[in-house]
Protein backbone atom coordinates (compact mmCIF):
# COMPACT_ATOMS: atom_id res chain seq x y z
CA UNK A 1 0.00 0.00 0.00
CA UNK A 2 1.01 3.67 -0.70
CA UNK A 3 2.22 5.44 2.02
CA UNK A 4 0.41 8.30 1.15
CA UNK A 5 -2.66 7.62 -0.47
CA UNK A 6 -4.52 10.92 -2.59
CA UNK A 7 -7.97 8.72 -1.96
CA UNK A 8 -9.92 7.03 0.98
CA UNK A 9 -8.88 3.55 1.45
CA UNK A 10 -11.50 1.10 2.64
CA UNK A 11 -10.55 -2.02 4.25
CA UNK A 12 -13.48 -4.82 5.20
CA UNK A 13 -13.07 -6.69 8.23
CA UNK A 14 -15.32 -10.06 9.06
CA UNK A 15 -16.36 -10.82 12.20
CA UNK A 16 -16.71 -14.87 13.40
CA UNK A 17 -20.27 -15.67 12.41
CA UNK A 18 -23.09 -15.99 15.03
CA UNK A 19 -25.13 -19.05 15.98
CA UNK A 20 -28.39 -17.45 14.55
CA UNK A 21 -26.31 -16.62 11.17
CA UNK A 22 -24.89 -20.34 10.63
CA UNK A 23 -28.28 -21.55 11.15
CA UNK A 24 -29.90 -19.02 8.72
CA UNK A 25 -27.17 -20.02 6.09
CA UNK A 26 -25.54 -16.65 5.68
CA UNK A 27 -22.14 -17.63 4.46
CA UNK A 28 -19.00 -15.34 4.21
CA UNK A 29 -15.93 -15.66 2.86
CA UNK A 30 -12.65 -13.77 2.39
CA UNK A 31 -10.23 -13.92 -0.57
CA UNK A 32 -6.76 -11.83 1.02
CA UNK A 33 -5.19 -12.04 -2.35
CA UNK A 34 -8.06 -10.46 -4.86
CA UNK A 35 -9.32 -7.96 -1.89
CA UNK A 36 -12.94 -9.05 -2.17
CA UNK A 37 -15.94 -10.22 0.36
CA UNK A 38 -18.28 -12.88 -0.92
CA UNK A 39 -21.69 -12.97 0.74
CA UNK A 40 -23.77 -15.62 -0.06
CA UNK A 41 -27.17 -16.51 1.29
CA UNK A 42 -29.08 -19.48 0.72
CA UNK A 43 -32.31 -17.39 0.09
CA UNK A 44 -30.69 -15.90 -2.79
CA UNK A 45 -29.49 -17.30 -6.18
CA UNK A 46 -26.17 -15.09 -6.93
CA UNK A 47 -23.89 -14.20 -4.66
CA UNK A 48 -22.45 -10.73 -3.48
CA UNK A 49 -19.22 -9.40 -4.06
CA UNK A 50 -17.55 -6.93 -2.54
CA UNK A 51 -14.35 -5.45 -3.76
CA UNK A 52 -11.56 -3.50 -0.79
CA UNK A 53 -8.67 -2.47 -0.76
CA UNK A 54 -8.03 -4.94 1.60
CA UNK A 55 -9.61 -7.41 3.85
CA UNK A 56 -9.28 -9.17 6.98
CA UNK A 57 -10.66 -12.38 8.04
CA UNK A 58 -12.72 -13.57 11.32
CA UNK A 59 -9.18 -15.00 12.38
CA UNK A 60 -7.36 -11.88 11.32
CA UNK A 61 -5.48 -10.11 15.01
CA UNK A 62 -6.10 -6.81 16.16
CA UNK A 63 -1.81 -6.34 15.38
CA UNK A 64 -2.72 -7.42 11.24
CA UNK A 65 -5.28 -4.78 11.49
CA UNK A 66 -3.00 -1.92 12.98
CA UNK A 67 -0.01 -2.44 10.89
CA UNK A 68 -2.31 -1.94 7.46
CA UNK A 69 -4.92 0.36 8.44
CA UNK A 70 -3.13 2.41 11.95
CA UNK A 71 0.46 2.21 11.27
CA UNK A 72 0.74 3.80 7.98
CA UNK A 73 -1.58 6.46 8.90
CA UNK A 74 0.57 7.16 12.12
CA UNK A 75 3.64 7.79 9.57
CA UNK A 76 2.14 10.08 7.49
CA UNK A 77 0.40 12.28 10.47
CA UNK A 78 4.00 12.23 11.83
CA UNK A 79 5.50 13.92 8.39
CA UNK A 80 3.18 16.48 8.77
CA UNK A 81 -0.45 14.83 6.80
CA UNK A 82 -3.45 14.71 8.18
CA UNK A 83 -5.10 11.55 8.86
CA UNK A 84 -8.33 9.66 9.76
CA UNK A 85 -9.44 6.53 10.87
CA UNK A 86 -13.49 5.84 10.80
CA UNK A 87 -15.50 2.78 11.38
CA UNK A 88 -18.51 2.33 9.67
CA UNK A 89 -20.71 -1.13 10.49
CA UNK A 90 -24.24 -2.77 11.42
CA UNK A 91 -24.70 -2.47 15.61
CA UNK A 92 -22.86 -6.09 16.27
CA UNK A 93 -20.44 -5.78 13.58
CA UNK A 94 -17.11 -5.39 15.67
CA UNK A 95 -16.58 -1.62 15.79
CA UNK A 96 -16.02 -1.51 19.13
CA UNK A 97 -13.93 -4.13 19.19
CA UNK A 98 -11.72 -3.03 16.47
CA UNK A 99 -11.56 0.51 17.44
CA UNK A 100 -11.44 0.78 21.20
CA UNK A 101 -11.04 -2.60 22.77
CA UNK A 102 -8.28 -1.91 25.75
CA UNK A 103 -7.44 -5.53 25.92
CA UNK A 104 -7.03 -7.50 28.94
CA UNK A 105 -3.33 -8.25 27.00
CA UNK A 106 -1.44 -5.98 24.90
CA UNK A 107 -2.54 -8.44 21.78
CA UNK A 108 -6.39 -7.75 22.26
CA UNK A 109 -5.81 -3.87 22.09
CA UNK A 110 -8.09 -1.77 19.83
CA UNK A 111 -6.50 0.66 17.00
CA UNK A 112 -7.26 3.81 19.61
CA UNK A 113 -4.37 2.14 22.65
CA UNK A 114 -2.22 0.64 19.71
CA UNK A 115 -1.96 4.03 18.14
CA UNK A 116 -1.31 6.23 21.22
CA UNK A 117 1.31 3.41 22.51
CA UNK A 118 3.05 3.81 18.85
CA UNK A 119 2.58 7.87 18.64
CA UNK A 120 4.96 8.14 22.07
CA UNK A 121 7.41 5.72 21.26
CA UNK A 122 8.11 7.37 18.18
CA UNK A 123 7.93 10.42 20.00
CA UNK A 124 10.30 9.34 22.21
CA UNK A 125 12.43 8.10 19.38
CA UNK A 126 12.84 12.01 17.77
CA UNK A 127 15.92 13.44 20.12
CA UNK A 128 15.91 16.32 17.20
CA UNK A 129 11.80 17.42 17.93
CA UNK A 130 10.14 18.75 20.32
CA UNK A 131 6.57 17.44 20.05
CA UNK A 132 3.50 18.35 21.41
CA UNK A 133 0.22 16.25 21.50
CA UNK A 134 -3.31 17.08 22.52
CA UNK A 135 -6.75 15.60 22.06
CA UNK A 136 -10.09 16.56 21.94
CA UNK A 137 -13.47 14.42 22.05
CA UNK A 138 -16.43 15.19 20.16
CA UNK A 139 -19.81 13.85 19.55
CA UNK A 140 -22.63 14.04 17.42
CA UNK A 141 -25.77 13.72 18.20
CA UNK A 142 -29.74 14.57 17.53
CA UNK A 143 -27.82 17.38 14.87
CA UNK A 144 -25.77 18.51 17.54
CA UNK A 145 -22.03 18.87 18.70
CA UNK A 146 -21.20 17.92 22.21
CA UNK A 147 -17.86 18.06 24.23
CA UNK A 148 -17.36 14.79 25.85
CA UNK A 149 -14.12 15.58 27.68
CA UNK A 150 -16.54 18.36 29.50
CA UNK A 151 -19.20 17.29 32.63
CA UNK A 152 -22.61 16.63 31.31
CA UNK A 153 -25.04 19.43 31.01
CA UNK A 154 -21.83 21.85 30.25
CA UNK A 155 -21.12 20.39 27.11
CA UNK A 156 -23.94 21.01 24.80
CA UNK A 157 -24.68 22.24 21.00
CA UNK A 158 -21.12 23.97 20.40
CA UNK A 159 -20.90 25.77 17.34
CA UNK A 160 -19.14 24.77 14.39
CA UNK A 161 -16.74 27.62 12.36
CA UNK A 162 -15.04 27.21 9.30
CA UNK A 163 -10.97 28.06 10.04
CA UNK A 164 -8.64 30.24 7.75
CA UNK A 165 -7.47 26.82 6.34
CA UNK A 166 -10.38 25.71 5.68
CA UNK A 167 -10.45 23.24 8.12
CA UNK A 168 -14.23 23.03 10.06
CA UNK A 169 -13.31 23.53 14.37
CA UNK A 170 -15.99 23.26 17.08
CA UNK A 171 -15.63 26.50 19.04
CA UNK A 172 -15.14 26.00 22.52
CA UNK A 173 -14.06 22.48 22.16
CA UNK A 174 -11.92 21.43 24.96
CA UNK A 175 -8.17 20.77 24.09
CA UNK A 176 -5.95 18.83 26.77
CA UNK A 177 -2.17 18.28 26.12
CA UNK A 178 -1.12 15.04 26.84
CA UNK A 179 2.56 13.21 27.21
CA UNK A 180 1.64 9.70 27.44
CA UNK A 181 -0.42 7.09 26.60
CA UNK A 182 -1.49 6.75 29.70
CA UNK A 183 -2.45 10.40 29.84
CA UNK A 184 -4.24 9.92 26.53
CA UNK A 185 -6.09 7.00 27.22
CA UNK A 186 -7.65 8.22 30.70
CA UNK A 187 -8.57 11.35 28.91
CA UNK A 188 -9.94 8.71 26.12
CA UNK A 189 -12.18 6.70 28.76
CA UNK A 190 -13.72 9.69 30.43
CA UNK A 191 -15.01 10.88 27.48
CA UNK A 192 -16.56 7.68 26.87
CA UNK A 193 -18.76 7.57 29.58
CA UNK A 194 -20.56 10.64 28.70
CA UNK A 195 -21.23 8.97 24.98
CA UNK A 196 -25.42 8.86 24.33
CA UNK A 197 -26.10 4.87 24.28
CA UNK A 198 -29.53 3.48 23.77
CA UNK A 199 -30.63 -0.12 23.67
CA UNK A 200 -31.70 -1.58 20.20
CA UNK A 201 -32.90 -4.74 19.11
CA UNK A 202 -29.49 -5.92 18.31
CA UNK A 203 -27.46 -4.39 21.25
CA UNK A 204 -28.66 -3.37 24.63
CA UNK A 205 -25.48 -0.75 24.80
CA UNK A 206 -25.68 0.87 21.15
CA UNK A 207 -24.56 3.90 20.67
CA UNK A 208 -26.65 6.24 18.88
CA UNK A 209 -23.98 8.83 18.61
CA UNK A 210 -21.18 9.56 16.63
CA UNK A 211 -17.96 10.15 18.21
CA UNK A 212 -15.04 11.50 17.16
CA UNK A 213 -11.82 11.58 18.85
CA UNK A 214 -9.00 13.33 17.45
CA UNK A 215 -5.51 13.96 18.05
CA UNK A 216 -3.39 17.16 17.10
CA UNK A 217 0.61 16.67 17.02
CA UNK A 218 2.26 19.56 16.71
CA UNK A 219 6.25 18.87 16.07
CA UNK A 220 9.02 21.68 15.68
CA UNK A 221 13.06 21.43 15.90
CA UNK A 222 14.48 21.12 18.88
CA UNK A 223 16.91 24.30 19.90
CA UNK A 224 20.48 22.21 20.83
CA UNK A 225 22.90 24.30 22.97
CA UNK A 226 26.28 25.08 22.37
Do not use: W
Amino acid sequence: MAKHSNRVLVYTRVRPPKDKEKKDGASVKVDDDAGTVTVEDRNERDAKVYQCDGVFAPESTQDQVFEVVGQPILDSVLEGYNGAVLAYGQTGSGKTHTLLNPGETALDAGLVPRLAASLFFEISQDVRSVVAVRVSFLQIYNEQVDDLLKPAGQNTNLKLKASPTGSVDAEGATSVTVSSPAELLKLFNQGRKNIVYAETKMNKASSRAHAVFQMTVERRARVLGG
